[in-house]
Each structure stands twice: as structure tokens, then as C-alpha cells.
């Protein structure tokens, strides 16, 4: 009866509001986006591979069409176009595959357009926005941007053929290493070793050892010293081996539980 579904309802919801807490947020939702792009970054992890599920040493349930539209949105609100043409990409190819979506094929070209604009692939951009157009013949800025990217071809086209003069020396996008700042230098060892083990050379691997401490004379330690490993020499990476157990490891959890905050970073883009 009517009455009876009211009241199942009114359960429903009243159970639903006890547990929103445990609901993630909006933020959360961007957050965990923004995080795995990170990873993507710094484990150079194909795009492609990770929609299908083919995470490396693991096999997870293939993405959705929505799932690959909204980390491109995420990604091109932090302006990383790089990363917003990488999921477009797959949000196109995710469409097709799908019967029923409810991702518009107009709204990735828009946004996989700019993207291609602002990498410098003038040729595809303009070429989506002319599909663009034909699919949506009332979008506001269709025909301004295929104007403005047809200027830029044909400016691009007479450079090209010396009418503009010499080409002038474009700077490489990649930075001089001489001129990376030290925190540049130490991400990009740092990635690199995320990626795949850094070879070591002999002269710094004879250099490992194995040892015992006892922490400077520590009375816990003198009767059951720590083992320890060094791991790398510069910097200094020393593994210790059964400094806790297992039960205080959950007794840190559980301290450490009621502090935790989100994850900042320093960098404005992932």
C-alpha cells in the first residue's frame, strides 16, 4: 500500500542521513581524480591501460565513458592538457564502445579541442571543431574558434614557407638539466626510480651491508638489536627490519587515525 511505501521510504532516508558521513564528498571524488593522474604521471602508466584495467601486477574492472569525461574535466580545470587530451581520448573511445551513455560526443570535442590548441596540434583542434559544429550547430564559440584556428594554420603555413622570414629557434620544452632547480632534479630521480630500479654502479653497491644497533645503547635494544639495511648510499635510505609488531602496528593506526588530513602538495598542477 501507498502508506507502507511512505514509510519505507521514510527509513530509507532517515538510514541514508546516519550514514552520509560515510559517503565520499565532492572533494573526495576530485581529489582521488587528481591523485590518480598523479600516479599516471609518475609511474608513466598508458592512459589506455589503466581504462581497461590493465594496472600493472593487477587486474581491475574496465571505466566507464563518465568515468574518463570527468578526469579529463579535472584535468583541464588544472589546465594539464596533456592529461585532458589523454583521457578525452578515451572518453571518445569509451562512447563508441558503449550502447547507452550519457556523455555527449560535442562536449569531449569542445574540451579535447582547446586541449589540441593548447599542446599546438592546430590541425586535429580544428578538425574537431568542424565536427563540433556539424553535431552542435549553435554552439557559441564553434565558429570563432574554427576561424581563429584556420588564421593560425595559414600564419603557421606562410612561416613555413618563408614568407614570414626565418623560423625563429623555438626553445625545447624539455628543461637544461644544468638549469633544473635541485627539488627538479630530485623528482625526476625520484620518478624514474617509481618507474623501474635505477641502476646501481658497482663502486656504491660494495658499499651496502647488512647490520645490527642497538639505537646508541638503547636497554631494549642491548637485548634485542634492530636489524638494518642500507639501501642507498647517497641519499642515505636505511630499511629496519622488525622494529614493531603487529600489534603495535594497529596501535599506531588507531593513534594515528583521529590526525589524518587530506593530502596537500606543493605544485600547482599534478
Known amino acids: 500500500c501507498v502508506v507502507c511505501y511512505l514509510f519505507l521510504f521514510s527509513d530509507f532516508l532517515a538510514a541514508m542521513n546516519e550514514r552520509r558521513p560515510l559517503f565520499p564528498t565532492s572533494d573526495d571524488v576530485s581529489g582521488a581524480a587528481t591523485a590518480l593522474m598523479r600516479l599516471q604521471h609518475t609511474y608513466a602508466l ?3 591501460d589503466i581504462v581497461d584495467g590493465m594496472i600493472p601486477g593487477d587486474q581491475k574492472e574496465p571505466m566507464a565513458a563518465a568515468d574518463c569525461f570527468y578526469l579529463g574535466t579535472v584535468a583541464y580545470e588544472a589546465q594539464n592538457y596533456e592529461r585532458t587530451k589523454d583521457w578525452m581520448d578515451q572518453a571518445l573511445r ?18 579535447l579541442a582547446f586541449a ?3 599542446l599546438g596540434n592546430l590541425r586535429r583542434a580544428l578538425v574537431l571543431t568542424r565536427e563540433l559544429a556539424m553535431l552542435d550547430p549553435e554552439h557559441e564559440r564553434a565558429e570563432s574558434n574554427i576561424r581563429h584556428y ?8 606562410r612561416q613555413k ?4 622570414g626565418e623560423d625563429e629557434e623555438h626553445e625545447s620544452s624539455q628543461p637544461n638539466v644544468d638549469e633544473m632547480s635541485e627539488w627538479a632534479r630530485e623528482r625526476r630521480q625520484y620518478e624514474k ?3 623501474k630500479p635505477v641502476p646501481m654502479k658497482k663502486s656504491m653497491a660494495k658499499k651496502l651491508t647488512c647490520y645490527y644497533t642497538t639505537g646508541k645503547g638503547h636497554p631494549r635494544l642491548i637485548l634485542k638489536p634492530i636489524g638494518v639495511e642500507v639501501a642507498f648510499i647517497e641519499p642515505t635510505i636505511l630499511i629496519y627490519k622488525n622494529a ?19 593530502a596537500t602538495r606543493s605544485e600547482e598542477r599534478f
Request: proline share 0%.
Open 161 to 164: 614557407r618563408g614568407e614570414l
Open 116 to 118: 589540441e590548441y593548447k
Open 193 to 195: 626510480l617509481c618507474r
Open 244 to 262: 614493531i609488531n603487529e600489534k603495535e602496528m594497529i596501535q599506531l593506526k588507531e593513534l594515528a587515525y583521529s590526525r589524518l588530513n587530506r
Open 46 to 48: 598508458s592512459a589506455a
Open 94 to 111: 569509451k562512447i563508441d564502445e558503449e550502447e547507452n551513455g550519457d556523455i555527449s560526443i560535442a562536449t569531449v570535442y569542445d574540451y
Open 150 to 157: 584556420e588564421s593560425q594554420l595559414a600564419a603557421k603555413n
